[in-house]
Structures are given as C-alpha cells and as structure tokens.
C-alpha cells in the first residue's frame, strides 16, 4: 500500500519553521509561524502559568479520564471569558461548552458536528483566512465558499462587498468571523460593521461561528469580545472556537473549546450531545494539563490579576513592534508607506510584500515570511529590527513588484 505513495506537500506555514531551524545564517528571522516571542526572541512561559502548574502538580492525585466535554470548572471558565459571568445566555443556560485540542481541535469539532447535523452545510470563510480553515471544514466534508474581506489597495475592509455576499447566502449557511486580531490581515471589523453583520446574520437566518484565537491581543479581554457580543441577541445561535494557545502562552498544551449557543438549555444541551458523539470519535476525551491551568489562573484572583497583566505586557509590546518597525523603515529611507501597520491589530499583518519579494529575503537574508506577505510582528525584536527592514529596504530596491 505505501511503496508507490508519493509525499504530501509541506504545510506552507509550520514547514517554514523546519527551514528556518536547518538555516546556518547567525542573523536569521522567522517571521512565519504565529508564535510570540519576547525582547530576547523567546517564547516564555507566563509565571502565572508556572504558578499554576506548581499547584496542580502537588495536588495531583490520578490521572483517570475527563468527561467527554472536559471538566465542568473548565467549560465554566471558558464561558465567562467569552461572555462575561453576568451575561443571559450564561444565566440562562443557553450555552454548552466542551473542551478541545486547542482553536484548530475546536474548529474541528465544530465542522464534524455541522456535518452530522446536516451534511449539505456550507461554510463562508473571509477572502483571505488563515490558511487551514478550509482543510478542516473539507476535511469534514462541508462545502466552502469565500466572501469578500481585505482591500489590498486601502488596507482596509470590503465592507460592502462582504455583506452583499452574505446577502447571497443561503439560510442555515454558516459564516466564519474572525473574533479579533484578523488572520493574516490584522485588519478587524469595527463595532459599528460587527453590528451590520449580526443584522445580515439575522435577516438570512445564518450560523455565525466566530475563531476566537487571540482575546486580549487587540484592545483588551473584554474589548476584544465586543464584537462577538453583538451576535449574542436574544434567542439567537452561534458558535465559537476558543484558543488559549496566545494569551496564556499555551501552545503546545493544545488548550481551547468549542462553545455552543442555542435558543434554550434544552437545544444546548442537544447540540452538545452531537459534538461529544464527534469528540469520542476524534480523541475520546480531552487532556487535562493544559485545561487545569486555564481553570487554575482564572479561578484565583491573585492568579488571574497577574495573568491579565502578563496579556497586557505582550499585547503592548506587539504593538510597540508595529510602531518600530514602521519607524525604522522610514529611517531606512523606504518609500512605499507601511504606515498601516502600525495601525492594524494583533500578530500578523499583510506586509504587500511579493512573493518574488518574500523569496528574496529569505535567500539573500534568511529571513523567513509566508509567501502572502503575512508577517507576525510578533516575531520581531528591538535587536533584529535594524537587521530586519535594513533587508527589507535593499530587496524593496532592487526586486519590483510582480
């Protein structure tokens, strides 16, 4: 069966990480993979994790399976996060919640559970998304289609467009929104577009499911759940994936959930029914580290003020990234206005960077970015950023614009 297959093509985004590694260059930058990354070019972990760990691990008594759905104190924690204790689909019961392998295990959980509720389910994704949002949903079966979302020219929204294509969609269509801290674009909805959108969702009768990887990165934990809050209308339904892979630094714990809102418990609870007959079918139940954390530092709250200051730490830094980097480029005496950067939010931005550009930086400077342009500024430092746009200033130069 396996002498004739041939190899798969490497994933365009983590197979730049196995690159990178095996590049001798001393000066060499990975600006590719969704990692943050401090003043000295770590990924730390969050001494409110390292907390939290200490005291797991002294009151660890076994390490018999989870629940299907992951530990109630988890999905409880999740919820909160998302909507706030206080809201009425918290108090009414309207959401079920079950833990999942990070965002990616979420989202997954998601398009499984779509297709064995209806198999014909569409799923509109923004014109561009991350990348492996159309494998998951294909993966599942489901039909993807796009809608209009980045203006290359104006760095900004296809605003108009994007709603006259969700106008086109079909009732019971779902349409994937990115919760904040846009991938790859970092250009977000305002709230007054967020509002526009759940209008749109409401007249079509669509299912808004919202990749909600980066809360805290943009403005602010509660700020950044603004906009999905405004889909949050009274009976209405929705999904959302969660990741804790950015704001708790939880990245190779797999840490997220997929949180369900129906019309009423009893449709919840319905609805969770079908995602743990999916969870049992993928991995049977969830894993308890990177979860217990979660719970941990959100349920102390000496734990949980440190933690929220530790998120402010690395989005102001992200942000002071975008500043300096713009800074330096105009130092270097770079034409082309890369001033947008500075003002669009989270860890990527599409830098208008070619391919032929992209591939450029990585042969002459070994500096590595995805061949979209998309560049995570939080990948940049103060000590590599002379090094970084003093390259980006010479290929700018002497490589054109296809």
């Avoid at 990070?102 to 779509?114: E, H, I, N, P, Q």
């Amino acid at each position: 069966m396996f002498q004739t297959v041939t190899p798969a093509p490497p994933d365009s985004i983590l197979g730049l990480t196995e690159a990178f590694k095996q590049d001798p260059n001393p000066h060499k930058i990975n600006l590719g993979v969704g990692v943050y990354k401090d003043a000295s070019g770590n990924t730390p972990i969050l001494a409110s994790v390292k907390q939290a760990e200490e005291r797991l691990l002294k009151a660890e008594k076994s390490k018999t399976y989870l629940p299907i759905e992951g530990p109630a104190a988890y999905n409880a924690a999740v919820q909160a996060m998302i909507f706030g204790a206080q809201h009425e689909i918290v108090a009414g019961k309207r959401a079920a919640t079950a833990q999942a392998p990070g965002g990616t295990g979420a989202l997954r959980m998601a398009a499984d559970t779509l297709a064995r509720l209806n198999p014909q389910t569409r799923v509109w994704l923004s014109d561009p998304t991350w990348p492996n949002h159309p494998s998951i949903f294909q993966a599942a079966g489901l039909a993807v289609l796009t809608y209009p979302y980045f203006d290359a020219k104006h760095n900004s929204v296809k605003f108009d467009a994007m709603l006259d294509a969700l106008r086109g969609a079909q009732p019971g269509d779902v349409v994937v929104l990115h919760g904040c801290c846009h991938n790859p674009t970092g250009v977000d909805l305002t709230l007054e577009q967020w509002h526009a959108v759940g209008d749109v969702i409401a007249e079509r009768n669509l299912l808004p499911l919202v990749d909600f990887a980066y809360q805290g990165f943009a403005e602010g934990l509660a700020e950044d759940a603004a906009g999905l809050l405004t889909l949050c209308r009274p009976g209405a339904e929705l999904m959302i994936a969660s990741s804790f892979s950015k704001n708790f630094g939880l990245y190779n714990e797999r840490t997220g959930a997929l949180t369900v809102v129906a019309g009423d418990a009893a449709a919840a609870d319905a609805v969770l029914s079908h995602v743990k007959v999916a969870v049992r079918a993928n991995f049977s139940n969830p894993p308890f580290h990177g979860g217990a954390i979660v719970s941990t530092v959100l349920g102390d709250p000496t734990l949980r003020a440190q933690w929220e200051q530790e998120v402010t730490a690395m989005r102001e830094r992200i942000n002071t990234m975008r500043s300096l980097f713009v800074e330096t480029l105009n130092e270097k005496g770079v034409q082309q206005d890369f001033s947008f950067i500075a003002r669009q939010r989270g860890m990527f931005s599409f830098s208008g960077l070619t391919p032929t550009q992209v591939k450029a930086l990585r042969d002459d400077y070994a500096i590595y970015i995805v061949g979209s342009g998309r560049i995570n500024v939080a990948g940049m430092s103060e000590s590599s950023m002379d090094y970084l746009c003093s390259a980006i200033a010479d290929v700018l130069a002497r490589v054109p614009a296809e």
